[in-house]
């Protein structure tokens, strides 16, 4: 049985509860994003893959988490300037989440995907294909410009 994440609610920056199905047809990748990490760089990275493939039918979506070294501490407010200013971010952040222990979504149902267990740092990143199903995890350490990351979402366009 594959795992969907089309009727995942989710809390937008403004705080309104959307379904991830508002999405369906696009390729997403989610990420669970920190402010003061050693992977923030990764926000330029996701940035280039957003303006490379977003045309194309691409989305990359952020969930800020403060569970890893307490390195997202700001408010959405301040992580959204702090995005905008220093990476000219475009994608969307949503409201803080969890992501181990006590997850919230869409990090409850994420986890569920092989390798099953909590996101272990800031960074994850799970490929989502159109019709929402997961289709890849990758860790923290997975640079969004690797070769992994770009093949596996030309392919997720391609189907």
């Not at 403060?66 to 969307?92: H, M, R, W």
């Not at 996101?119 to 923290?140: A, C, H, P, Q, T």
Request: hydrophobic share 35%; aromatic share 10%; glycine share 8%.
């Amino acid at each position: 049985m594959s795992l969907n994440v089309s009727q995942l609610l989710v809390k937008t920056a403004t705080g309104d509860e959307i379904s991830l199905g508002k999405f369906s047809g696009k390729v997403l990748l989610i990420v669970n994003v920190a402010s003061q990490c050693g992977f923030t760089k990764q926000y330029a990275g996701l940035q280039e893959l957003q303006n490379l493939y977003g045309p194309k039918g691409f989305q990359v979506l952020a969930f800020p988490c403060n569970d890893f070294g307490a390195q997202e501490p700001g408010t959405l407010e301040e992580i959204q300037l702090f995005c905008s200013l220093k990476y000219k971010v475009t994608f969307p952040l949503f409201q803080k989440v969890h992501a181990k222990g006590s997850t919230t979504e869409p990090f409850t149902t994420l986890n569920q995907f092989e390798p099953k267990g909590d996101v272990e740092w800031n960074f994850e990143k799970f490929l989502i294909s159109k019709d929402g199903s997961i289709l890849k995890r990758f860790k923290s350490n997975v640079d969004p410009l690797s070769e992994e990351i770009k093949n596996a979402i030309s392919n997720a366009l391609n189907d």
